[in-house]
């Protein structure tokens, strides 16, 4: 697997604001809907690649800026590890991007030069939108109650696939979302899975690690979740505070989401 599986997703934060607003492509109903994140995952670089000559190599798909995790800490100018983001200002210039693209065995490769190696195949991966959530059971309620957060999810697992697993390791599945930042649309790198009973829930959180295997992916994670609750307000008001531990990446995140009341618990 690409080491961007395993990014932070901090390195690209101070660039946002240079790409303006993002523009949608598709429509639907007669409103312009997006279809994809406007930051792209490109593996497999040629290792002497420069930012400039990856800008120049994207450039016709439209304006964009090239980033990488931890790239204004480093002050490298060649992507470290041999893979980069594309964050354009327009959705459809990933679409323009993805039509550019060969298919071979499911993933997309375009072919880019450095000044030693001419016409490398890489692997473009875009993130759809509609991998973002996914509902296995409608008929039943999202209980909060009953829903885990999963840390350290591999950003190229989509939400069916997170649900599938969850469902074969626990049962009683419902829902499975992954968290994307609210500006690109971009996988953060966690995940939430709602249960439709008591059983299964407890059975997710008591097993403290859940072996995301999909593919490629093959990552070990653990979750917790903990709940408050404020005495004098509905359920609508939970306040609901999760960590999460990714053994592998040594990662910590500690998440809180609340309904917008402030009330002490």
Same mark, same amino acid.
């Given at each position: +697997?690409?080491?961007?599986?395993?990014?932070?997703?901090?390195?690209?934060?101070?660039?946002?604001?240079?790409?303006?607003?993002?523009?949608? /492509?598709?429509?639907?109903?007669?409103?312009?809907?997006?279809?994809?994140?406007?930051?792209?995952? =490109?593996?497999?670089?040629?290792?002497?690649?420069?930012?400039?000559? %990856?800008?120049?190599?994207?450039?016709?798909?439209?304006?964009?800026?090239?980033?990488?995790?931890?790239?204004?800490?480093?002050?490298?100018?060649?992507?470290?590890?041999?893979?980069? /983001?594309?964050?354009?200002?327009?959705?459809?210039?990933?679409?323009?991007?993805?039509?550019?693209?060969?298919?071979?065995?499911?993933?997309?490769?375009?072919?880019?030069?450095?000044?030693?190696?001419?016409?490398?195949?890489?692997?473009?991966?875009?993130?759809?939108?509609?991998?973002?959530?996914?509902? +296995?059971?409608?008929?039943?309620?999202?209980?909060?109650?009953?829903? %885990?957060?999963?840390?350290?999810?591999?950003?190229?697992?989509?939400?069916?696939?997170?649900? +599938?697993?969850?469902?074969?390791?626990?049962?009683?599945?419902?829902?499975?979302?992954?968290?994307?930042?609210?500006?690109?649309?971009?996988?953060?790198?966690?995940?939430?899975?709602? /249960?439709?009973?008591?059983?299964?829930?407890?059975?997710?959180?008591?097993?403290?690690?859940?072996?995301?295997?999909?593919?490629?992916?093959?990552?070990?994670?653990?979750?917790?979740? %903990?709940?408050?609750?404020?005495? =004098?307000?509905?359920?609508?008001?939970?306040?609901?505070?999760?960590?999460?531990?990714?053994?592998?990446?040594?990662?910590?995140?500690?998440?809180?989401?609340?309904?917008?009341?402030?009330?002490?618990?």
């Amino acid at each position: +697997m690409e080491d961007g599986f395993l990014d932070d997703g901090r390195g690209d934060q101070t660039l946002h604001s240079g790409l303006g607003s993002p523009h949608c /492509f598709s429509h639907q109903n007669g409103e312009r809907v997006e279809r994809y994140s406007r930051k792209v995952f =490109v593996g497999g670089l040629p290792p002497d690649i420069d930012e400039d000559e %990856i800008t120049a190599s994207f450039r016709r798909f439209g304006p964009l800026i090239v980033d990488w995790p931890h790239k204004a800490e480093s002050k490298s100018y060649f992507p470290p590890k041999g893979y980069a /983001f594309l964050l354009f200002q327009d959705e459809s210039s990933v679409q323009a991007l993805i039509d550019a693209c060969i298919e071979e065995d499911g993933k997309l490769y375009l072919c880019v030069s450095s000044p030693t190696i001419k016409d490398k195949p890489v692997q473009i991966r875009p993130w759809n939108l509609s991998d973002s959530d996914f509902v +296995m059971d409608g008929s039943q309620p999202l209980d909060p109650r009953k829903t %885990i957060f999963v840390g350290g999810v591999p950003r190229p697992l989509r939400a069916v696939e997170l649900a +599938m697993i969850m469902d074969r390791l626990y049962g009683g599945v419902c829902y499975a979302g992954i968290d994307t930042d609210p500006e690109l649309k971009y996988p953060k790198g966690a995940g939430r899975v709602a /249960f439709s009973n008591q059983q299964s829930y407890i059975a997710a959180i008591s097993a403290r690690f859940v072996q995301l295997q999909h593919g490629e992916i093959d990552k070990r994670v653990r979750s917790s979740s %903990i709940f408050y609750f404020c005495s =004098v307000l509905s359920l609508e008001t939970l306040f609901h505070v999760n960590v999460c531990h990714c053994e592998d990446c040594k990662c910590y995140i500690r998440l809180i989401a609340y309904s917008g009341l402030d009330c002490a618990t």
